[in-house]
């Protein structure tokens, strides 16, 4: 498994952008799907975007499609996520997952998780 760590939350306002950075370690990170998910207050976790291992592909959710960007360095061992035009309901705990399967939406697929970084977007 891989041991995973967010960074780059904070809080902004509607309209604005982040990027969201995972640091991986270990020395297969380059073969695991990456994902990310987030929480918001009172709701379940939520899927938000996934990276195949290469990068080939990507998928997201709805709610971000054409606002958020998914995107891998597997040689500096980090996945990225870009969030612009930003707004308050995508204020969550913003997670990072990695999985030994294909890239797919469904959490209980992905075998490692950071401990997420907070994302609140003000109006």
């Known amino acids: 498994q891989v041991q995973l760590v967010e960074s780059g939350g904070g809080l902004v306002q509607a309209g604005g952008s982040l990027r969201l950075s995972c640091a991986a370690s270990?020395?297969?990170?380059?073969?695991?799907?990456m994902a990310w998910f987030r929480q918001a207050p009172g709701k379940e976790r939520e899927f938000v975007a996934a990276i195949t291992w290469s990068g080939g592909s990507t998928f997201y959710a709805d709610s971000v499609k054409g606002r958020f960007t998914i995107s891998r360095d597997n040689a500096k061992k980090t996945v990225y996520l870009q969030m612009n035009s930003l707004k308050p309901e995508d204020t969550a705990v913003y997670y990072c997952?990695?999985?030994?399967?294909?890239?797919?939406?469904?959490?209980?697929?992905?075998?490692?998780w950071g401990q997420g970084t907070q994302v609140t977007v003000s109006s």
């Open positions: 270990g020395r297969t990170f380059g073969t695991y799907a």
């Open positions: 997952a990695a999985t030994k399967s294909v890239a797919v939406t469904t959490q209980t697929q992905y075998g490692s």
